[in-house]
């Protein structure tokens, strides 16, 4: 093999390694404009309502235990010095035990007692003070809370979608109208029986992702009496939401209490919901025809149309073990988790940028084939093609990323690929017909460039199928390289007596 042959393979191998710098630029461009859209997707959520998540709703009593407790209670006195007398044998008082002394009676001393006062009347005496321990016993109180999850929930909902834009952005909202029912069974055991415990005001709490997006005001039926909704769920454990005090409800009555509530909703991205009940059904019906089902349960049916989805959810205490959870966070004032939660996001089923990310991981082969090929034209067809050329050729093809993503964010991705992939492929066509010598050489080599396009486009529609398009993509170019190249005498390759082939016009 000749220096001549070497020097130009290490030149290629330049002119690539050169390339990956315009190509690592229009990767850098792609992730700035998904911060773009983040930052869109962002400000819409905080203009109307961000991801919606419902917790509850879960009965909640409060209570007072009373108990009696002994204290140490520290009180002062002035103790009056007695007065000196020599005939007793008394030595009259040390300096230092009358440095606290006073000489009259301070009004405002808590410790006074009558016969301090008379005392004090006294000019000539002196007073020292004390602290006497004394043993109190007083009433304690102590603030509980019972939480109580539904023995069944049930939670129906219809939900509409409508995509908002932010500059060129799109953002998926929702707009949901769910109906809560289902029942507690309330039991306080021993608390009832003790006449040291004081009930308050029970109250039903749901907790709601984003309160901002609650567009009506809810009303709780508790069995069969309308109870008005207010703001905050008044625990830390479903942060935030809303409430309905139970004033006439008494929570020594064991039995079986029945409540409903509708709840219509706005929000963005997705929709998610903690089934606290022993029991869980949840059931959605949405116009959205690409949904992302996500959680530690997945829906145990589903129906997807070009219409939209129909799904259900059924879970249990066995399997959520959110009964014990919730009890250890609500007595430690800890938040509840999204870990046990179910839930549908409405994403948009093509994304550009991820897609067009996904094509310039594939950018590095498509330029080794180019140049393969191109070097191959020059071995077989005994043609002489500057680095230039194949430099020219190069930033076409990386144009083909920027145009994609370029148009990708006014139309739809297949056209915006369509066009980008003729584009590029008529305009190395047309240039290598003049660099090839021919007409039809450049037509070929852009029918061989078209079926690289198809083959990228087929390999991002089948994510499952993706590495193995690739290998087969792959091994497919590598073998038309040995079967092309299988006579080549590779020791005459780049040889001077090689002579070049005449020019011949394009338009021919």
Known sequence: MSKRLLLKMATILVLIGLLLVPLSMISSVIAERQSQRAAAEASVKESTSGPQRIAGPVLLIPYRTRHLEKQRVPTKQLVRLPDVDPTAGHASPAPHQVAAATRTLQPATKAATAADAAAATDPGALYVTRTVIKIETKEVFTDHELAVLPESLRIDGQVETTTLHRGLYPVNTFAAKLRIAGSFAVAVGALAEDSNVTFGTPYIAV??????????????????????????????????????????????????YTFSMPLDLIGASNLSFTPLGRSTRIALQADWPHPSFFGRFLPVSREITDDGFVSQWETTWLATNLRERFSRLHKNRRALLAEQDVGVAFIEPVDPYRRTERAVKYDLLFVLLTFSAFF??????????????????????????????ALSEHIHFAAAYTIASFACVGLIGFYLSYVLRHWRRGLGFSGLLAGLYGALYAILQSEDHALLLGAALVFGALAAVMALTRRLDWYAVGSPTIPAPPMVDAAA
């Open 376 to 405: 191959l034209f020059e071995i077989v067809r005994q043609l002489r093609i500057h680095p230039m050329q194949y430099a020219l050729v190069g930033c076409a093809l990386a144009t083909f990323y920027l145009l994609l993503i």
């Open 207 to 256: 907790g709601v992702g984003d309160v901002r997006g609650i567009r009506k005001t809810p009303v709780l039926k508790w069995q069969t009496t309308d109870v008005t909704v207010e703001p905050g769920t008044g625990t830390a454990t479903l942060a935030d939401g809303v409430h309905a005090p139970l004033p006439n409800f008494d929570p020594k009555k064991t039995g079986n």
